[in-house]
């Protein structure tokens, strides 16, 4: 569902330029403040496509999780329901990982959240404590 508004945004800006892509972001997430449009409306469209692409492209990122041994933030949107699921089964099969479910957004909605719940889990990890 997601994922493929996305990719269709995105292939739209092949022509159309960035504007579109942000254009169907706000489609889904509504209107962006002027400060986070602006933001958007200054990217590389080309340089988005390629980091879709090659993230759609990249397979099954390890046969076993099991066997990772650095620590682990594994951050999702609450409703991204492309991408939920697979995010909480990794957390799971990671050892030391620790699943950061983010409430009330998808993934497109996280950058103009109110509120940053990431940053303290990153910190969290980085200084290793629960």
């Known amino acids: 569902p997601l994922a493929r508004v996305v990719g269709e945004a995105l292939a739209a800006s092949t022509e159309q330029g960035i504007g579109s892509l942000v254009e169907a972001f706000e489609a889904i997430a509504g209107r962006y403040p002027d400060e986070v449009r602006d933001v958007y409306l200054a990217s590389d469209a080309a340089a988005m496509r390629a980091a879709?692409?090659?993230?759609?492209?990249e397979g099954p990122v390890s046969e076993d999780l099991g066997g990772w041994n650095a620590p682990c933030l594994i951050c999702v949107a609450e409703d991204d329901v492309d991408f939920f699921?697979?995010?909480?089964?990794?957390?799971?099969?990671?050892p030391n990982a620790e699943f950061l479910s983010i409430g009330g957004t998808d993934h497109l909605g996280v950058d103009t959240s109110p509120v940053d719940p990431v940053l303290p889990a990153v910190l969290r990890i980085l200084r290793g404590t629960s």
């Not at 879709?52 to 492209?57: F, G, P, T, Y």
């Not at 699921?85 to 990671?94: N, P, T, V």
Request: charge should be negative; charged fraction near 40%.
């Open 52 to 57: 879709w692409h090659a993230a759609m492209e």
């Open 85 to 94: 699921d697979q995010a909480r089964r990794a957390a799971e099969e990671i």
